[in-house]
């Protein structure tokens, strides 16, 4: 059993779905580029931080004090690594199949 599409008809088809293929390739590549402006303010925080850290060390500072430092350090650290592995996970392979093209008789 042989289908039979117009010509006009399948070129329409293909490119809705290369639309929607660029669509969502756009929305990956925007995340990708929020992810990495993420990691760029939190790595400017880190070292804010640790700046702070090593200019409060050489103050007399209460206990208390250097270990909120160093607990918001551990925590920007966390957030860049979780930051990371999406910006991994966007930018590795596609995990769709691509659509073949129509084959024609």
């Known amino acids: 059993m042989t289908f039979r599409f117009r010509l006009d008809g399948v070129l329409r088809f293909r490119?809705?779905?290369e639309q929607s293929e660029e669509v969502a390739l756009?929305?990956?590549v925007r995340e990708i580029i929020d992810v990495e402006r993420e990691l760029q303010q939190l790595e400017s925080?880190?070292?804010r931080i640790r700046e702070q850290?090593?200019?409060d060390l050489t103050r007399t500072l209460?206990?208390?004090h250097?270990?909120?430092?160093a607990?918001?350090?551990?925590e920007l650290q966390d957030a860049r690594q979780c930051r990371q592995s999406v910006r991994s996970r966007?930018?590795?392979p596609a995990s769709a199949t691509p659509i073949p093209a129509p084959q024609f008789p």
């Not at 250097?66 to 430092?69: A, D, S, V």
């Not at 607990?71 to 551990?74: D, K, P, T």
């Open 15 to 17: 490119k809705s779905v």
């Open 26 to 28: 756009y929305r990956i």
């Open 45 to 47: 925080n880190q070292v």
């Open 53 to 55: 850290r090593e200019q």
């Open 62 to 64: 209460p206990a208390v």
């Open 66 to 69: 250097l270990r909120e430092i």
């Open 71 to 74: 607990e918001r350090e551990l």
């Open 90 to 92: 966007l930018a590795g």
